[in-house]
């Protein structure tokens, strides 16, 4: 049996859903819906799928098995909730929402409805983080006391002009770029409890913001910092270290974490660990023992559709939750209170 899917908007994202979705043997694409505009329609023909302008129109129109939201921002609540309450298995890309109260809202309805309802944070299925996960788990680093962070790149005028939405309200790098990194950094670090930040749009000069500098608090005692911009022209973001997306241009010794605890530290994604040897005394007077941790890459995104196969098919939970997407979204909402307050904002770890 073929799980059809349906996409809901044929963007950047989009698009690389379809490719995934054609390449996925337990998979077929069972229609597209998107605004009335041609590109859209060239995409569908293209893909020799109908396009539909409404999902509700879809969803009486098609056979389908699950559907993938990749429409802007402001779109996944209303498109999400109808799907939730029709019984389809959704997948929903980050944010989960624009706004907390709706995501909280969605929660309830997974939950009242036993919904199968996955949030796209792909990096979560990446054998990078998956790997760092393993190495902090076993403890090679002893009690974690910091992360140091960067989401730094320039992106191009022409990325605006085919988004005028990402340089308005609801767009921008905290809510599109910043909201991965958050879910890494409770992947790897625990909950994020406090935040301070503040921002600049002196470059651009757009509404929302082009440069953000962020200190948080995790629920072990830990701290981290972080610079997310983009319009610095620096390769240190996960985009272009990582090596998972052959669209950006990559650079194999750089890095955009490092993690560090009290008998070691993890440069991440080279995966370069420095370390004490065990039994003896930590000192900065003591060489450190130094590895390359190995791993096996693979594509967090087919990895991602894999999963959504399995909680559409009902053989497994979701490894992404709403309950996760809600949580980042929280973070996400902290941080621009900060940026507006100018003071440290309490989350709290519930």
């Given amino acids: 049996m073929s799980i059809g899917i349906v996409v809901v908007g044929p963007g950047l994202i989009g698009k690389k859903h379809i490719a995934l979705i054609r390449a996925n043997p337990d998979t077929h694409l069972a229609a597209i819906v998107a605004p009335d505009h041609p590109e859209n329609h060239i995409t569908s023909a293209s893909e020799e799928v109908p396009l539909f302008h409404s999902l509700q129109h879809c969803v009486n129109a098609v056979k389908l098995d699950g559907v993938i939201i990749a429409s802007p921002n402001a779109f996944h609540y209303e498109q999400a909730r109808f799907c939730i309450e029709k019984n389809i298995p959704v997948l929903i890309e980050k944010p989960i929402t624009s706004d907390i109260d709706e995501a909280i809202?969605?929660?309830?309805?997974?939950?009242?409805?036993?919904?199968?309802?996955?949030?796209?944070?792909?990096?979560?299925?990446?054998?990078?983080?998956?790997?760092?996960?393993?190495v902090i788990q076993e403890g090679r680093l002893?009690?974690?006391?910091?992360?140091?962070?960067?989401?730094?790149?320039?992106?191009?005028?022409?990325?605006?002009?085919?988004?005028?939405?990402?340089?308005?309200?609801?767009?921008?790098?905290?809510?599109i770029n910043m909201i991965h990194e958050v879910g890494n950094l409770r992947a790897l670090m625990g909950e994020i409890i406090k935040v301070q930040a503040m921002s600049s749009s002196a470059v651009r000069q757009f509404v929302v913001e082009d440069t953000v500098v962020i200190n948080f608090g995790f629920s072990n005692g830990a701290l981290g910092t972080f610079v997310l911009s983009d319009t610095a022209a620096t390769p240190m973001s996960w985009e272009q270290t990582s090596r998972e997306n052959p669209a950006y241009t990559t650079y194999e010794n750089e890095d955009c974490y490092t993690v560090s605890g009290t008998q070691g530290s993890l440069s991440f994604p080279t995966m370069r660990i420095r370390y004490f040897p065990k039994g003896n005394e930590a000192s900065w007077w003591s060489p450190f023992l130094e590895e390359n941790i190995s791993f096996e890459r693979d594509d967090p995104l087919r990895r991602q559709l894999a999963h959504f196969v399995k909680l559409i098919l009902g053989h497994c939970e979701p490894?992404?939750?709403v309950v996760d997407g809600?949580?980042?979204?929280?973070?996400?909402?902290?941080?621009?209170s900060a940026i507006n307050s100018g003071n440290l904002v309490n989350i709290g770890d519930n």
């Fill in 142 to 175: 002893g009690r974690l006391v910091s992360v140091v962070g960067s989401a730094q790149f320039y992106k191009p005028a022409q990325y605006f002009l085919d988004g005028p939405w990402r340089s308005q309200l609801g767009g921008g790098p905290i809510l």
């Fill in 326 to 336: 809600c949580r980042n979204l929280m973070v996400i909402e902290a941080i621009r």
């Fill in 319 to 321: 490894q992404v939750s």
């Fill in 105 to 134: 809202h969605l929660n309830k309805l997974v939950l009242d409805r036993k919904a199968k309802a996955l949030v796209g944070h792909h990096r979560a299925y990446s054998p990078l983080l998956e790997t760092a996960q393993r």
